[in-house]
Structure formats: structure tokens, C-alpha cells
């Protein structure tokens, strides 16, 4: 029956004493958490079972009280997990997770802005497009640029591929080949599979002692596929233009470091670059779901995602405003912009900078400690925050003795560090990112190979 007055109806409206409640149960849960996170163990995946007895519980149909799931969210959710939002966490690729840009999720999530057409919330799209912008001028991009919030590195991956190939090759794409390092992030072949190249179009270049891409054997490549005429049009990595190419640059975990002097001469030319990913939710510690592609000419990003719908013909759509769903492969999806902005206005760039500088510094420290323990081999000096290793030990397998020790670093549960393979050889490697990773997080870990390297002598 239709009413006005209050029913079970009004129960996913809350009254403002009602969201205040929530808020607050809810916030004490993720502050009691927080600020204990130091001492939280770097992985915590005990007694499985029992928690996914708990969560595989029946959803209801009446529902339960906050005061009943709260709990079941932080015993049996937050803390059944390895600790990715902790300083111990420092393999793959950390992520974020600083607590401002949360805020800035809530209140985009809260508010629920719709921000994939300029017209309906003008405000909101020019928050996320002055991160934009400032996203392009932090790597030397022209005004000519544009760009997009994505969830994360693979998606913006996976749309600059699509870019180039809609910028480069006919309909019938499939001449078309791609170059990319052996060392190249296994989201690059996922996007160009996604985005219609068969794994045959996909060249796999080697890479020289530090792990470049090797030029020479690029272009041998690119003038063998020429004369078997097929059309070379996209190089991934961080060599320059070749044959008029697309380059792509795909910046997801280093990216972000240009904002420091040291990376800055790292990246020198990375403005050349056609097409750029970054991650924020790596380098600028944001939480996980928020990535980026900046494109040096924004108008092959539009051409390559805008469909134009009859249902849209109310919008005012005028060119120059910046209706994002023309430039992404979304139409509906969250306010990314906010959660980037709020902390980028509330600390300022230079914060970020000395974090970042922070890592640098303690990426070389980690490996100068490394240098010192016996037995311990560096396999790679850290470029920018990852230093890769391995243990040798005087007899036995190199493979099972380094397994054998990240399975016992990984049980002191008091840092998390992973192994990757190169040229068929088992590599530890230490990944600084976290923002809360500090001297005493990688001290922790240089503790943990010292006091379990001896095993393997
Ligand atoms: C270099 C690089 N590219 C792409 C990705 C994929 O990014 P995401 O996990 O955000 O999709 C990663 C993730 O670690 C990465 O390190």
C-alpha cells in the first residue's frame, strides 16, 4: 500500500540520527583498526575455514543490525587478510590507501554525483578534470591531453591499446603488431587480448642486463614484421619513437615518482610518449580502484571511445565540455576525481614528493643492507623502490633454497615480501610503496632474511 508515512520502505533512508549512528560504528571499526596497524600481523590467513563459515552465512530477509555485521566485517573480513594496507606489505606492487582520499570516497559514494556527462554535475566532472590535468602536467603533456580515472593500471592498459589501434589501423586490425619487453606487465598482453590481438601479433623483445628493452633487437623486429608485411603500430616500454609508432608508456607502478627530482631524470622524454598509465592507487597511495590514462592527444582517445546514444539527446553535449563517458569505456561509474583531489588539495604536492623521496631512500638502504648479509646475491639495484635478490647458498637447489626462505620470512609474519621468475632462476624481491612503510618496516624485513638466511648455510 502506498504511504507516506513511515514503514519498512523508508528503511534504506535513514533519518540523520540513523546515519550518524552508522557513521559512527562504522568509523570506530576503521579507527580502532588504523591506529593499531603497526602492530598488526603482516598476514593473517589462520583459521580460514572458521571465517568463511561466518561470511557465507545466509544473506536474510529481514536483515540484521549494524551492531551484529560490524563485527563480522573487522574479525572475520579486515583482519583474515594479508595486512595490504600495512608497512610490513612490500610485495607485487603496494598499494595505498591513505585515510583522506577514503573520506573523498565517502562522500562521492554518499553523495552519488553522476559525473560521466558534464551537464548533469558540471562542478563535480571539473574536480576530476582538474586531476586530470594536473595528472598531464606532472608529465610534461601539452593542453592537448587527456585523460581518464580508470579502476586501475590493467583497464587504462587495456584502453590505450584500443586508442592506438583505432589512431593507426584499419577496422581490420589484425596486421597490426605489437612490441613489447619480455619484462612488460602481464596486463599488456591482457589488454591486447581483450582488445582483439591474438598472442602471434605480440612481439616479446629482450631486455639487457638491467632489464631495458634491448633497441637493436626492436628494430630488427619491427623490420621483420615490415617485410612480411604486417604493420608494426604500438610499442609498450620506454624507448623512443620508433617508425612512427604509438608508444605507450606503461607507468603503473614507477609513474609517479616524475614527482620527485630524482625520478623527474629518470623519466626524462616520458612527454613523448603517446599515451601514458598511471596508478594512483600505487604511487599516490590512494586506495585500490584508482587508475589512469593520459593520452598526449586527447582527441584520438575520444575517437576511439565515443558512441553517441538517442537517449542522451537531452544532454548538452557541446564539444568543448568534457563529457568523460566519450573518452572511457564507462558511461555509469563512481566520482574517482574525488578521492584523488580532497588529498591532493588537503596536503599539497609536496607532501607526496618527500613520501616518495622516502621510498627512493629506502629502496637503496634495503639493498645496501642486503649487501652486507652472507650469502645474499643482488640481482637488481633499485632503479626506482624494488630491489631484487636472492639467496646462495653453498650446496643444494638456488630454487627450493630461496622458496623455502620467503616461506620462512613470510611466516615471521612481521613483514611480506615476493619472489618473481627471471631466465627460469627463483628471485626474492623487496617492493617499497606502502606510505606507511618506513625505516622500521624494511628494517623488520632486512631482520627477518638475516635471521633465516642462516638456515640455508
Ligand atoms: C607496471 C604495471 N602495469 C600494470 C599493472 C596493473 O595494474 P592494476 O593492478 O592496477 O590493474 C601493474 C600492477 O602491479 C604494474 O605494476
Known amino acids: 500500500m502506498l504511504t507516506n508515512e513511515p514503514n519498512s520502505l523508508h528503511k534504506l533512508e535513514p533519518c540523520a540520527e540513523e546515519m550518524q549512528l552508522l557513521i559512527q560504528q562504522a568509523s570506530n571499526l576503521v579507527i580502532n583498526y588504523l591506529s593499531n596497524i603497526t602492530n598488526e600481523p603482516a598476514s593473517n590467513i589462520s583459521n580460514l575455514d572458521s571465517h568463511l563459515t561466518e561470511i557465507r552465512k545466509p544473506i536474510s530477509e529481514e536483515g540484521l543490525n549494524l551492531d551484529r555485521v560490524l563485527p563480522l566485517i573487522d574479525k572475520h573480513v579486515v583482519r583474515c587478510a594479508v595486512n595490504t594496507a600495512g608497512g610490513t606489505y612490500q610485495a607485487y606492487i ?5 585515510f583522506a582520499s577514503a573520506v573523498g570516497e565517502f562522500i562521492a559514494a554518499a553523495t552519488n554525483r553522476y559525473i560521466g556527462v558534464w551537464s548533469i554535475a ?35 592498459n587495456f584502453s590505450a591499446i ?5 589512431a593507426l589501423l584499419p577496422e581490420n586490425f589484425l596486421s597490426g603488431i605489437i612490441y613489447a619487453s619480455d619484462q612488460v606487465h602481464a596486463s599488456v598482453q591482457k589488454a591486447a587480448m581483450l582488445a582483439g590481438f591474438p598472442s602471434a601479433n605480440i612481439r616479446v623483445i629482450e631486455t639487457d642486463k638491467q632489464f631495458r628493452i634491448n633497441p637493436s633487437l626492436l628494430l630488427t623486429a619491427i623490420e621483420k614484421d615490415k617485410q612480411a608485411d604486417l604493420t608494426p603500430f604500438l610499442i609498450v616500454g620506454s624507448v623512443a619513437k620508433e617508425n612512427n609508432m604509438w608508444l605507450h608508456i606503461d607507468a603503473a607502478y614507477g609513474g609517479f615518482f616524475v614527482l620527485t627530482e630524482r625520478g623527474r631524470k629518470l623519466f626524462k622524454g616520458i612527454d613523448k610518449a603517446d599515451s601514458i598509465t598511471l596508478d594512483p592507487h600505487k604511487g599516490l597511495f590512494l586506495p585500490y580502484g584508482t587508475g589512469c590514462l593520459l593520452v598526449r592527444n586527447g582527441e584520438l582517445l575520444k575517437q576511439a571511445h565515443q558512441v553517441g546514444a538517442s537517449y542522451l539527446q537531452d544532454l548538452d553535449l557541446t564539444e568543448d565540455r568534457m563529457n568523460f563517458n566519450d573518452y572511457s569505456p564507462e558511461l555509469t561509474r563512481s566520482f574517482r576525481g574525488l578521492r584523488v583531489w580532497l588529498p591532493l588539495k588537503l596536503y599539497g604536492v609536496a607532501s607526496f614528493r618527500q613520501y616518495l623521496d622516502e621510498k627512493l631512500d629506502l629502496a637503496l638502504w634495503a639493498c645496501e643492507e642486503l649487501k652486507k648479509i652472507p650469502g645474499i646475491e643482488i640481482i637488481a639495484e633499485p632503479q626506482l623502490s624494488v630491489v631484487a635478490f636472492r639467496c646462495k647458498p653453498k650446496t643444494g637447489n638456488l630454487t627450493t633454497a630461496n622458496k623455502k626462505l620467503l616461506e ?50
Not at 132 to 155: D, F, H, K, M, N
Not at 162 to 166: I, K, P
Not at 424 to 440: K, P, Q
Open 162 to 166: 584500443v586508442t592506438a589501434r583505432c
Open 94 to 98: 603496494p598499494g595505498g590507501g591513505i
Open 122 to 156: 558540471p562542478a563535480a566532472v571539473e574536480v576530476e578534470t582538474s586531476v586530470i590535468r594536473w595528472l598531464c602536467s606532472s608529465v610534461g603533456y601539452p593542453e592537448s591531453a587527456r585523460g581518464i580515472l580508470t579502476s586501475g593500471g590493467s583497464l587504462a
Open 408 to 457: 620462512l620470512i613470510i611466516a615471521t609474519q612481521k613483514t611480506f615480501i615476493s619472489s618473481t621468475t627471471i631466465n627460469g632462476e627463483v628471485i626474492l624481491r623487496i617492493a617499497i610503496l606502502c606510505f606507511r612503510t618506513h625505516l622500521a618496516e624494511v628494517q623488520a624485513t632486512i631482520d627477518a632474511i638475516k635471521s633465516n638466511i642462516e638456515i640455508e648455510d
